[in-house]
Every structure is written in C-alpha cells, then in structure tokens.
C-alpha cells in the first residue's frame, strides 16, 4: 500500500487542446472527494503548438505539481509527457482508459481531432434553444407556451425550480418552472399538457425556513413574516403535495439532494416516460 504524504499546497495544471471545460469537471469532482485540499489550480486551453507548450513548461517547472491533460495530438502530448518525466512531476491523461476501453468494445479507434466533444452540430444549437427557452420560461412566465416545453417543474418558494432548470436546460430539455402559490391558483393550462412532463418538487417544511430565511437576510429584509411562519410554510408544502397528486405527477423531495442530484432523478424519470408514455399515478423520488 502507497504511502500518502500529506501536502499543504498543491499546484493542479490543467491542460486541453480544446476548451477544457470536460478536463475541469473531472478535476472538480475528484477534487470535491477531498475536504482540506489547497489548490493552486493553473488552467491552459488551447494548447496546439509546441510554441504554446514550450511557454507552459516554464510555469510548470516554476510551479512543480500535478499535471492533468487532454490533448490528442500525439507529437503535442509525447513532448508534454517528455517534459513532466525530466521535471520529475506527475502526470495523468484521465480520458485515457476510458478511450481505449470504447475502442475495445467498439472495434474502432478513436478520432484525434481537438474539440471534437464542442464540434457546432445540431445537438449544440439543440442546447442553445432549450437555454434559451428556459430562461424565458422561469417563474410562471410564458404560460402559453408550455406546450412545447420538454419538463415543467412545479414547486412552492425556494425549492429549487430556477437552478434545476437551469441545469436541465443546458442538458438540453426546455424547462418552464411554476411557483405554487395558496393565494394564487396557476393557470388551467398547468394541468392539461400533453407534451411536457410535469415534475413536482417538494422539501421539508423546516429546511425550506431555513432556505427562505438566509434569502430574507441576504436581501437584508425582515425575516418575522409569513414566508418564514413554518406553521405556514407546512401548510403551503400540503397545498402543493396535494396538486401533485391530485394530478399523478411525478414527485421528488429535494430536502437532502444536490441540483445535480435532482436533475438525474428527473432526466431518468424523462427517459421512462420516453419508453412509456402511460404514467399511471404519481411517483414520489
């Protein structure tokens, strides 16, 4: 078994040939597994010349550390590999198994172009259109046209509505979100979609106060008011639970899930429903 040394400080360089965008996800979920970690991160895009690569070297002997890559380019990649093993640093290409593990299993090998993931194709302006009809569909507005949404999400205040959509959206589904409001019914419209899949979401009345009262004092407003009441607040979260099954819609209790979290439940519940279409009753996640 390795030893771990401990370190206080640790120099993290990122290196892509593209924009680098998958390279810092998968930083970012290894690193999240680590709670005291201290990074220095040092993030390079675009490394296609040796021109580019000579500079960067510079910094990485300067700022010895970790060395996270992608670049297809094999002349670009075998220099970059030279110089981590003459610096002594460690290096890791984390796409690699994965990679060659599909051309296993494929019979077919891999296409080295640079940025292949970000090419400008139909699913890109796919995911532009569902940003963009997300955004003009967030917090009950454009009612009219929820028709052509892909997921409706319903919810009281705070529940996450607008982040998890937001998510969706850039997965590429139109969202429209709805508050659910005691005083203020939505429009019938709500519960005679057909093409859109409705989703409530749902949280515990004592962490929804909680939610609502830190957003009350980041605006520095008053936080004794029926919005934070929690004899209230349980009452609005019942309402709401009862449009949820009144209608057999889907539901999904955010209480202890990350956006990211709720947006998989939903997208997995978007593909059964693709697989079937007949929903019998609703379903709480």
């Not at 690569?53 to 910094?59: A, G, K, Q, T, Y």
């Not at 139109?174 to 005679?192: D, Y």
């Not at 009144?246 to 209480?255: A, T, Y």
Request: hydrophobic share 40%.
């Amino acid at each position: 078994m390795p030893v771990l040394v401990h370190m206080t400080l640790l120099h993290l360089h990122l290196l892509s040939d593209s924009t680098g965008e998958t390279l810092e996800m998968i930083a970012n979920a290894a690193l999240a597994q680590f709670d005291d970690a201290e990074v220095i991160r040092h993030f390079w895009p675009m490394v296609r010349s040796m021109q580019h690569l000579d500079r960067i070297v510079e910094d990485l002997a300067a700022n010895p550390g970790l060395v996270l890559y992608t670049l297809v380019n094999n002349e670009t990649r075998v220099r970059l590999e030279e110089r981590c093993r003459a610096l002594g640093l460690p290096h890791v290409a984390p796409l690699d198994s994965v990679t060659v593990a599909l051309e296993d299993r494929l019979g077919e090998q891999a296409k080295g172009r640079p940025g292949r993931q970000h090419q400008m194709d139909e699913a890109y302006f796919a995911r532009v259109d569902a940003i963009q009809f997300t955004i003009a569909h967030d917090d009950g507005v454009g009612w009219e046209n929820w028709e052509e949404a892909d997921i409706v999400l319903a919810g009281v205040s705070r529940s996450s509505k607008t982040p998890t959509s937001i998510y969706l959206a850039n997965r590429g589904y139109k969202v429209a979100n709805i508050p659910l409001v005691m005083e203020s019914p939505p429009p019938p419209s709500l519960f005679s979609l057909r093409h859109p899949m409705v989703v409530g979401l749902t949280t515990a009345p004592r962490r929804l106060v909680e939610i609502r009262r830190n957003r009350l004092l980041s605006l520095n407003e008053r936080t004794e008011t029926a919005y934070v009441d929690e004899e209230r607040v349980e009452q609005e979260v019942a309402f709401a639970r009862r449009i949820f099954s009144d209608n057999g819609w889907p539901v999904i209790d955010v209480s202890r899930r990350s956006i990211e979290e709720t947006a998989a439940a939903i997208m997995k519940l978007h593909g059964q429903r693709q697989e079937q279409p007949a929903v019998e009753g609703p379903k709480a996640i």
